[in-house]
């Protein structure tokens, strides 16, 4: 059962590793550890990227 839960997260940070998704990546890694935590902040990460990179494209 384990297993069978495991193989899909792994192939799913296989190919987040593949696209170059690091933080996705590391993400699924952490789920898969079963640390939340991590996996919050992680997400907390990509939105303060992604908020700051919008924020900064209207300034220009």
């Known amino acids: 059962m ?3 839960i495991r ?3 792994i ?3 296989l190919m987040a590793l593949a696209m170059g ?3 996705i990546a590391l993400w699924l ?3 898969a550890m079963g640390s939340q935590t991590i996996a919050l902040w992680l ?3 990509v939105f303060f990227i992604r908020d700051f990179f919008r924020t900064s494209n209207l300034a220009l």
Do not use: E, G
């Open 7 to 9: 193989l899909p997260t």
């Open 21 to 23: 998704s690091r933080t």
């Open 29 to 31: 890694m952490a789920l």
């Open 43 to 45: 997400i907390k990460q």
């Open 2 to 4: 384990a297993a069978a």
């Open 11 to 13: 192939a799913l940070w």
